[in-house]
């Protein structure tokens, strides 16, 4: 079992810049893929950006492409989305996600696919 928690997200305004953190706990986060996936109101939750356990490779929906990047730290036991050039449409409930795959250099875009969730944390991107 692993528990995520998400940083306090925030209300930016478009072109700025912010970024989230996700903190794992209970288990040992190097063995874990990490993803992020954000729900916009009255929208499915999509898939944003993927990280391997073994942190060489990264995958992102083509909307953030070039703005967003998804790094991990794991002596920190955190995966973190630096989000660039926020635009309104990126308003929406972010939720980090982990599945357990040691070592490996596979990501996961898919919600089912993945095992945890955190709470989720609001950005709002106003223009």
């Known amino acids: 079992q692993v528990q995520l928690v998400e940083s306090v997200g925030a209300l930016v305004q478009a072109g700025g810049s912010l970024r989230l953190a996700c903190t794992a706990s209970g288990r040992t986060f190097s063995h874990y893929a990490m993803g992020w996936f954000r729900q916009a109101p009255g929208k499915e939750r999509l898939f944003v950006a993927a990280i391997s356990s073994s942190s060489d490779i990264t995958y992102y929906t083509d909307s953030v492409k070039g703005r967003f990047t998804i790094f991990r730290d794991n002596a920190k036991n955190t995966v973190y989305l630096q989000m660039n050039s926020l635009k309104p449409e990126d308003t929406a409930v972010y939720c980090c996600?982990?599945?357990?795959?040691?070592?490996?250099?596979?990501?996961?875009?898919?919600?089912?696919?993945?095992?945890?969730w955190g709470q989720g944390t609001q950005v709002t991107v106003s223009s």
């Open positions: 996600a982990a599945r357990e795959r040691y070592y490996s250099h596979s990501v996961y875009y898919q919600r089912n696919e993945y095992d945890y």
